[in-house]
């Protein structure tokens, strides 16, 4: 279970001293639980829920725990694993303090700020179950050396941060309750766009995310004519102006952006984009992104 706060979120740097948590989600667990933002939006308890629920908002997140609330620390890591249907760490914030009893859940619980420089980094390159070498189970499961240097790598490699010994970093694993829903913009991008992705055509709905045009913190609503239905690793290019759409409404690829998997869709032209999104809102994101 949670809440959510929308105070700001400073990012903190890595710090091997504090402890790390895996934090298991399963949209499809039998317990039913889900996120829900301060307008009491429920979200599923997959990727595109949590990054509808808190991405572009600065939310940190009230997080039920039902084991180890008595050792999680203000500035310790948490590592959220989503199971299902990705399999891969994908995100990751800092415990902002002690954890604390909540009556109506009847359990602890602890505030957690979100990292979103480290979290961007995280989609687009995952630490995947097999890179984990262990099972990661809905309950409370104590990591082994190989996770920790699996997350000891993934920081190495991304962040250009300095070997760190293992001895160093102590790592846990606790327990995350969430419940399931789904958030209105998104619904409504879900019908604009007939439940596909506008670029792919992907029908997948856990894969499918609503990206803003124009962000919020930029001034952009949650509207039709301000948001595209993207598979979720191009709403992450979408969003850094990797990808964009042209005033036809085809789609555009930075020139880094080589792989074949993309490059098929490049000159593609997006009818739905043409007819929902309005033109100075694509015309803002290539400004943005000097496109």
């Known amino acids: 279970m949670h809440g959510t706060s929308t105070n700001p979120v400073t990012s903190e740097p890595y710090d091997s001293r504090m402890a790390h948590y895996l934090y298991p989600l399963n949209p499809k667990s039998r317990q039913g639980y889900h996120f829900e933002d301060d307008y009491g939006n429920v979200y599923p308890t997959s990727l595109e829920g949590f990054l509808d629920c808190y991405r572009g908002r600065g939310e940190a997140a009230e997080w039920g725990v039902?084991?180890?609330?008595?050792?999680?620390?203000?500035?310790?890591?948490?590592?959220?694993?989503?199971?299902?249907?990705?399999?891969?760490?994908?995100?990751?914030g800092r415990v902002r303090g002690?954890?604390?009893?909540?009556?109506?859940?009847?359990?602890?619980?602890?505030?957690?700020?979100?990292?979103?420089?480290?979290?961007?980094?995280?989609?687009?390159?995952?630490?995947?179950?097999?890179?984990?070498?262990?099972?990661?189970?809905?309950?409370v499961t104590p990591a082994g050396d190989k996770a920790l240097k699996a997350i000891d790598q993934w920081m190495r490699g991304r962040r250009g941060r300095p070997r760190t010994a293992p001895r160093d970093v102590t790592f846990k694993t606790v327990e995350v309750e969430q419940r399931q829903g789904q958030p209105a913009f998104r619904q409504e991008l879900m019908q604009a766009y007939k439940n596909r992705c506008a670029v792919t055509g992907c029908s997948v709905r856990d894969a499918l995310q609503a990206a803003h045009v124009v962000s919020v913190r930029d001034g952009g609503k949650h509207s039709v004519s301000n948001g595209v239905l993207l598979r979720a690793d191009l709403h992450n290019l979408f969003d850094r102006g990797l990808m964009y759409f042209d005033d036809a409404g085809r789609v555009r690829f930075a020139d880094i952006v080589k792989e074949a998997d993309y490059s098929r869709y490049k000159g593609k032209r997006c009818a739905l984009v043409v007819a929902n999104v309005n033109k100075r809102a694509l015309a803002a994101h290539r400004k943005k992104h000097k496109r």
């Open 66 to 92: 039902s084991k180890c609330s008595s050792r999680l620390e203000k500035g310790d890591h948490v590592w959220v694993y989503f199971s299902k249907p990705v399999g891969a760490v994908m995100a990751v």
């Open 98 to 139: 002690d954890a604390h009893f909540v009556t109506e859940w009847g359990r602890a619980a602890v505030w957690i700020d979100w990292d979103w420089k480290l979290t961007d980094e995280l989609l687009v390159s995952p630490i995947l179950a097999s890179s984990l070498q262990q099972q990661v189970l809905s309950s």
